[in-house]
Each structure stands twice: as C-alpha cells, then as structure tokens.
C-alpha cells in the first residue's frame, strides 16, 4: 500500500528541499500552488518558507498557498480554517481566556486555597508556574485524577502538601473557568484540531494539504498529521528522518533519542520503513554522502532499547 509520508534527511537545506518538491508534486498531481495548505512547526519557519517560494520563482508575483505554524496555532487562525466546515459551529467550543484574566483567576485561587501562607507576589508566581503546569497537563493529554502515583512514598511529608494543593486545583480551575464562559487555550486548540479532523474526515480538502517539519511530539499534533497522511492529496514531510536508525531499532528507541518522536509517529500511522519515501535532494556529491553516513553514525551511537 502506497503511503504519503516523506522524509527530508539531516544536513539537506530543508526549505529549498520542500519547495522544490511542492512545485514537482502540484504538476504531477496537477494541483495548484494557491489552493495548498502548507502547516510547518512555527512562525519562524512560515516566514522563511515565504521567502523561499519567492527565490524559488525569482521574486515574480505570485499567489502564495495558505501556510500556518501548526506549533503556535492561534484561535484566528483555526477558526478561519474551519469557517467553511459543516461540522463546526463557534458555540460548539467555549473561546480561549484571556491570558491575563487567567493568570489574575489562578492568583486568587492560590491565595484561597493557600490562605496566609504566602504572599500575594508568591501566589502571583505560583499561578504563573500552576498555567504552564496545566498546559503541559492538556498538552500531553493527562488528568489530575492520578497525581498520587507520580512521586514515590518516601517524598510523602513534602509531596502531600503539593498533591492536596494540586487536587483542589484539578478539581476547582475547570468549573470555574467553564462557570465564566471560556476554556483554557491548550484545551480549545485541542478541540479546534479535533474539529479540523473531523471536518477533513468527512469533506477532504480539493488542494494538497502538506504537513512539513513536525515529528508529531505534541498528541493533538500526531493526530492531525496521521489524518493529513490519509487525505487523497496529502502529505506529511518528517525532518530530518534517518531511515537506517528506525529499521534497525528493533525495539523502541529511548525517549532521548532524536528520533523518538517520528518512531513513535510512524508507529501511531501504522507507516514502515519500506513505505517510507525520500521527497528529494539538492545534492548527490560525495561531501552530502558523507555527511549522511557521519549523521547515521551520531544516531547510532544514542541510546535505544536494544
């Protein structure tokens, strides 16, 4: 079965590499370049892709395709994607709070739940720590619910005093920040992507959708590039992937292991190495053989679990 996942290899100028492959894919599918979708890691690499599209056509006048930071994807930005979804409305998903209204909420929760035990500076600190903690709750897709296994018993005397006050915020924060009408961001991006997946499931995109530079480390990521992977014109391009270090991990690499990720990635796919294609080269030379060889002796040289 033929898959639509590609690798650019390290030490390849991965831009030059993707734009040239995008033009060759657009004739051979005979797709155009304006009707494309393009998502890449961040802002930074949206900028840099623009330009390179513009040294690719030697600066001439051109209609650019819709290019988004899939890693700092803002509410706008998901929001006009889905605009023209049937399966979307605004009022199925509360907006994002503000991040400073979340920040003065999650002050005051600490100074309640915290009374005279710190101050009000301390507790402002605190709620700023407490938000990335929550993020990093919704971004890997975990629950408060199983805190007490997450440190070993002999922490007890210290670790109890920051599980109870953890599980008051587990279980308070929610309710209170659905009571006022709005949802934490990590949470809405979740569900906007779910809403994007969803609506490409059930009328997938006319243009090429590609999915370029990501290694699907964020979950709600992997999900939206596993179903770009299967739309009829889609295509996720990995960075940097060493075909030889994936064949030969016959067990699981390390999460350490630069290419953990994509491993993971092309596991969640159901994607092997055999289906795996290269989406082109710049250069041939034998200084860019060498190069690659010297790569897949630094991966193979990582830690893995064989």
């Known amino acids: 079965m033929d898959r639509n996942v590609y ?4 030490g390849e100028p991965f831009l030059s590499v993707l734009v040239d492959g995008i033009n060759k894919h657009l004739t051979y599918k005979n797709l155009q370049l304006k009707d ?6 961040n802002r930074r690499a949206v900028t840099s892709l623009k330009e390179a599209f513009l040294n690719y056509y ?28 049937n399966t ?17 909420l999650l002050t005051k929760l600490v100074l309640a739940v915290e009374k005279n035990n710190c101050s009000l500076v ?14 990093q709750v919704q971004t890997d897709r975990l629950s408060f619910d199983n805190l007490e296994h997450l440190v070993p018993n002999k922490y007890s005397e210290h670790w109890q005093k920051t599980l109870k006050f953890l599980k008051i915020v587990g ?34 995109p006319q243009g090429l959708v590609v999915a370029a530079g990501s290694t699907g480390s964020i979950p709600a990521t992997a999900d939206l ?11 996720v391009i990995l960075p940097g992937l060493n075909v030889d270090t994936i064949r030969e991990s016959h067990k699981k690499l390390e999460p350490t292991h630069p290419q953990y990720f994509m491993d993971k990635l092309l596991t969640k796919m159901d994607v092997k190495c055999h289906q795996l294609k290269s ?20 991966l193979d040289d990582l830690p893995s679990g064989n």
């Open 7 to 10: 690798y650019i290899e390290a």
């Open 36 to 41: 494309s979708t393009i998502y890449l890691p």
């Open 58 to 85: 030697n600066k001439k006048a051109l209609l650019m395709p819709t290019i988004l930071p899939i890693g700092d994807l803002d509410d706008q930005e998901l929001m006009f994607e889905l605009a023209e979804s």
């Open 88 to 104: 979307f409305s605004p009022s199925d998903s509360l907006p994002p709070m503000p991040n400073i209204q979340r920040r003065l």
């Open 122 to 135: 301390e507790a402002s600190q605190l709620a700023f720590m407490l938000g990335k903690f929550i993020d």
């Open 171 to 204: 279980k308070e924060w929610p309710n209170i920040i659905q009571e006022l009408g709005f949802s934490d961001p990590i949470e809405r991006r979740n569900q906007l992507l779910t809403n994007q997946i969803q609506s490409w499931s059930e009328s997938p």
């Open 225 to 235: 590039l596993c179903c770009i992977e299967q739309l009829p014109n889609g295509v």
């Open 279 to 298: 989406w082109g080269s710049t250069d041939n030379n034998n200084a860019s053989c060498e190069r690659r060889k010297l790569v897949k002796l630094a």
